[in-house]
Structure formats: structure tokens, C-alpha cells
């Protein structure tokens, strides 16, 4: 089973449109192979700090089987059910913090359906996939937000602090 998206590869930067920083879109995915017998699919997004510092930006779970992916700005396939991410919100939200960090988007296929209710928060999510995972994907990405623009050298400029980022410009 595969996980990938057209919009950016895995191990390659995030476009700017599907940050905080930019239209905060999620970005679009393909899913392949998904294995014989899987009855649901759930597609998580988060940022390891470390194996035990996880923040979840985006829970989706009880995804059909059948789907194969989803489109830009999508907010779930239908009959998909949303969890909570790290701020407690529903929905998909984009890398924001501060500094470069790696996002992975991973994507696990189920023996069964998951029996919670919208708004199931990540980890939840994961403790109920114990034992029921038949398969895994995941892709990656980086992101670094936009800083101030340094002045060109030798032009005379200097750099206002708190002064206006310009917006990084989308991979194609």
C-alpha cells in the first residue's frame, strides 16, 4: 500500500498553500494497493518531535475502503468520520510552527471499522487500531515558514524586525 501526493514528493517541501502560512488547503492524495480484506482506512498527519512528543494536525478514520485518494482541500470522503487534532479542533491543519520540522502523512488499512465518535482525538484513534492494522504508508515532508527577507549585500537595506515575511512560492 502507497501514500503520495502530486502536489509535493515524499521527502520534499510542502507548498505554502497547505500551511498556516499560506491557504491552509489540505494537500491532495493518492492511495494504491490497498490490501484484500480491509474494511476501513485512516489517514493521520502529524509532527514527531519524538517518539513520544507527537502533535497531530489532521485525524480522518472509517474512510471506505474503495477511496483512493483525496483531492486538494478536501475535508473528508464521504462516510468518513474526523477526529480532534492537537488544538481540539476538527480538521485538517497545516504545518505552523516556528522553525523547519518534518510532517508525516500516514495512511493504515483496517480489518474492521473503528466504533468512536467524531472527534476522537489521535491518540485514541491509534489505541483502537491495535491489532487491527493490515497494512501501513506514510509519506513525508518538510516545511520551513516564511522569515524577513535578508537585504541584498552591500545594498544598505537592513531588515526591519517584526517587519512584513514575504510568502514563500508554491513547488509546482
Known sequence: MTIESPAFQSGGTIPNRFTCFGDNRSPPLIFRDVPPGTQSLTLMMDQRHTPRDVVTLWV????N????????????????????????QIGYHGPSHEGEHVYFFRLFALDCKLYLPDGADGARVVDAMGGHVLAKAEMWGTYI???????????????????PSPQTKDTP
Do not use: D, K, Y
Open 60 to 63: 480522518l478514520f472509517n474512510i
Open 145 to 163: 515558514p516564511p522569515t524577513e527577507t535578508a537585504p541584498a549585500p552591500g545594498s544598505g537595506a537592513t531588515s526591519a524586525p517584526g517587519g
Open 65 to 88: 475502503a474503495t477511496v483512493a485518494g483525496m483531492e486538494e482541500g478536501a475535508v473528508a470522503p464521504p462516510g468518513a468520520h474526523p477526529g480532534r487534532n492537537h488544538w481540539g
